[in-house]
């Protein structure tokens, strides 16, 4: 008893306060905030000064005055006349279109190139890794110069063609020509159809897999969801009389030089711009796809290759059904950062002038000298395509991940 | 008996056979390999048809109906030449110094020798894991070679004294600055990465917010953006009079954005340590600083030696976007040679990029040969 009165009686034995990690932990906190809030302080006054200086303008007024330029691909309406602002959006939109059509075609390359590297066929294989090491060791940039430069200069001239696909697409300098559809106001009808397909697709689906599971009996989805999809917006088609027709770029071969070659507004145009930058981001990130594809097969268990071919199941069926879906578990996380990449990379149209939103905006920065406000809007919109991009392929991968039972 | 005739037991072993000519050699691999079935063989087919069609016209262009030798595009004209004309190999010949130093002043490409022998004499048993004196060797690669190399690339002066001549970084270009800007970049990136790693796992809350905030911020921009924002925005940061070197912007640019993914490599090899030595280093009495510079970001490091390649092989490749921004590195320096009309030939550009494509490849291509050697020396006792 008296021992321990003894011990409680004097003040605790505490270390010092510098030897406290809670309070040091606390020092160094409020050092780094006012160091951030000092370098922040220091940023913004210089700004100001020097935007003061210079006559720059700041705020966001510019995006409502005329851009006075024009865009040579406009997926919403535009003309000179149209704003900054509008502008923006414009290449914005480009921005999205080259980083979906990229990211499709990435992903069936690398599929089907990530694939043929394991294919027993030496050629095959062999064929696969040579096309993986040579261009995913050439930076990106070079390629998309090879491909705007050095390939799509190549081609025939305006005034000349070359047709492929029984006549029905042609490549010269000024891009790729093709049939535009044409809808008549019964189209809709059509399009209706196919929204129907679809969702009659799904419900079906969910009751084959239900009676599959209860039954045991299996259902011919494949071939209803094609007959449904396919069949009924097609069944429409000539139900309501053939709404939907093709129309095909004239070319004017003969009669006075500056009139021949492809005449404006007819047919559908691919700019060189987007084939150059398309070809070289897809080509370039499937490298990368590829190689995630190969890791993701090799890391499936051989075992269940094998306990695979033990069941009878042949080898088609065992990759799609019993490898792919294992695979998947570690292909998606990198896959999603290849899709980043690639969205990012997208933003190298600005070499070629291909209207991006990289390159849009360089003009507006030029034209109007708003450096902060546009490079602003360049951060926040690759932020957030990076955002909502990774968001939804951990929606996909929480789908695909293990559900241990 | 007659019995004794049924049995025959046999004394020697039976002749070794040979195994049958279709199974062994060549063939015997061809048969297994490429021609199993009849969809393996139509696959081998095509696959050689693709390999003979793409290899073909490259031979022909870049070997066989090249030029090799000219003084001007004359040489490299189809009608002087005589028909189809390959690659002009005479005109990479004579930009060649412009594409490894750019415009850098004939009499003191000396000093870029010195500084790329000093790299590579440094570097090389850097990388090589069996060379001695590792210690002496990194010191004098992170610290010494880049003061070195900083003097000896924009001169020298004391005073009055002009020890060597002031070469403006304008001038600088090609491969020199491609090497510039990718290997500061990576060096200059490593300590920022480790701290950030560092504060991205520390218990502070504040500290890691803000790591967090910086990785993910870099990590989501592209490039080029951030090229965009230190050429023309971090001018307007800086007070009256103060001017950065455009090629000092580029730097500070790249140097932050590689630090980003620098971070994240560092991240996992500090993760890849097993707790059991933070606790040995903190049983031991070890500071936080200690513990970490003698017990774990050795072992770390080591261990992330394939991601740091991995790494530079990213960031070499994307120097190519400082044209963008109006500097001449090796692409740059190639795409302004176009505009020269002394060598403009149809098959000029094909020249210079194919030149552009193999100088990039051969380095990208011996790095990731490199990281896969180290990731195989790494990587003992969890083979499977």
Avoid at chain 1, 40 to 69: H, K, P
Avoid at chain 1, 116 to 125: D, F, T
Wanted: with cysteine; glycine share 8%.
């Amino acid at each position: 008893m008296s021992v321990q009165e003894q011990h409680t009686a004097g003040p605790p034995a505490r270390a010092s306060l510098i030897n406290d990690p809670k309070v040091r932990g606390l020092f160094y906190q409020i050092l780094l905030v006012s160091a951030l809030v000092a370098l922040g302080y220091f940023i913004v006054t210089n700004t100001l000064a020097n935007l003061e200086r210079q006559n720059i303008a700041s705020g966001w007024d510019f995006l409502s005055t005329t851009a006075g330029f024009g865009i040579i691909q406009a997926l919403a309406p535009y003309s000179e006349t149209s704003s900054y602002g509008q502008a923006l959006f414009i290449g914005f939109l480009n921005t999205v279109l080259v980083a979906v059509i990229g990211i499709i075609f990435a992903t069936i390359i690398g599929f089907i190139v990530g694939v043929a590297r394991l294919s027993n066929n030496w050629v095959i294989s062999r064929l696969a890794y040579c096309y993986i090491e040579l261009l995913r060791n050439i930076p990106l940039l070079l390629q998309i110069f090879f491909w705007y430069f050095a390939v799509l200069r190549a081609v025939p001239g305006k005034r000349d063609k070359w047709s492929f696909f029984f006549n029905s697409f042609h490549l010269n300098i000024t891009g790729l020509r093709g049939p535009k559809p044409v809808f008549a106001p019964s189209a809709e009808f059509v399009g209706f159809a196919l929204i129907l397909g679809i969702v009659l697709t799904v419900i079906v689906a969910r009751w084959a897999r239900k009676r599959q599971e209860a039954t045991g009996q299996q259902f011919p989805m494949f071939r209803t969801g094609v007959g449904l999809i396919l069949g009924l917006p097609i069944l429409t088609y000539f139900v309501v009389g053939m709404p939907i027709s093709l129309d095909f770029p004239v070319f004017v071969e003969t009669g006075p030089i500056l009139r021949r070659g492809f005449q404006l507004g007819t047919g559908f145009n691919v700019i060189p711009e987007f084939l150059a930058l398309t070809a070289a981001l897809s080509l370039y990130t499937a490298t990368f796809i590829a190689e995630i594809v190969r890791a993701g097969i090799q890391a499936v268990s051989h075992g269940q290759t094998e306990a695979a071919h033990a069941l009878g199941i042949r080898p088609g069926p065992t990759l799609r059904l019993v490898v792919i879906p294992q695979a998947m578990r570690v292909i998606i996380p990198p896959l999603t950062s290849q899709y980043l990449n690639l969205t990012k990379n997208s933003s190298l149209a600005v070499a070629i002038a291909f209207p991006d939103l990289v390159s849009v905006g360089g003009t507006v920065l030029n034209q109007t000298g708003q450096a902060i406000e546009i490079i602003a809007i360049w951060m926040v919109v690759y932020l957030s395509l990076s955002l909502i991009t990774s968001a939804f392929m951990n929606w996909y991968n929480q789908r695909m991940a293990l559900v241990e039972r | 008996m007659a019995n004794a005739d049924m049995f025959h037991i046999r004394t020697e072993e039976a002749p070794v056979m040979p195994a049958p000519v279709s199974t062994t050699g060549v063939i015997g691999w061809m048969r297994q390999n490429l021609f199993s079935s009849i969809p393996n063989t139509i696959l081998t087919i095509i696959g050689i048809l693709i390999a003979y069609s793409i290899i073909e016209p490259f031979i022909k262009f870049a070997f066989v109906d090249a030029i090799w030798t000219g003084t001007d595009r004359k040489a490299c004209l189809p009608a002087e030449a005589g028909g189809y004309v390959g690659a002009c190999w005479a005109y990479v010949e004579a930009y060649f110094p412009q594409f490894i130093y750019g415009r850098y002043p004939v009499e003191e490409i000396y000093r870029v020798n010195i500084v790329y022998a000093m790299f590579v004499v440094l570097l090389v048993p850097l990388a090589m894991p069996s060379a001695p004196f590792k210690a002496i060797n990194a010191v004098l690669f992170l610290f010494v070679f880049p003061i070195v190399a900083y003097f000896l690339l924009t001169g020298l002066v004391f005073g009055d004294t002009v020890i060597l001549p002031i070469v403006e970084t304008p001038v600088w270009g090609g491969l020199l600055v491609t090497l510039v800007i990718a290997v500061t970049g990576i060096v200059a990136s490593l300590p920022l990465g480790i701290l950030l790693a560092l504060g991205r796992r520390s218990k502070m809350p504040i500290v890691k917010l803000v790591s967090v905030i910086f990785i993910e911020f870099w990590r989501g921009v592209p490039l080029i953006t951030v090229l965009f924002m230190s050429s023309v925005m971090l001018p307007l940061f800086l007070p009256e009079g103060v001017v950065f070197d455009k090629l000092l912007r580029v730097l500070i640019g790249v140097t932050l954005f590689s630090a980003a993914y620098m971070a994240e490599v560092v991240r996992g090899g500090l993760q890849a340590i097993p707790k059991g030595q933070y606790e040995g280093a903190m049983a031991l009495g070890l500071r936080f600083w200690q513990m970490m510079g003698l017990i774990i970001l050795p072992q770390a490091l080591k261990l992330v030696i394939p991601g740091i390649v991995n790494t530079f092989i990213g960031l070499f490749k994307d120097t190519t976007l400082v044209l963008i921004v109006g500097m001449y590195d090796l692409l740059g320096q190639i795409q302004s040679s176009f505009s020269d009309p002394t060598w403009s030939t149809p098959t000029q550009s094909h020249s210079g990029y194919l030149f552009a494509a193999m100088v990039f490849w051969c380095f990208c291509f011996g790095m990731s040969r490199y990281s896969i050697f180290m990731e195989k020396k790494l990587h003992t006792g969890h083979k499977r």
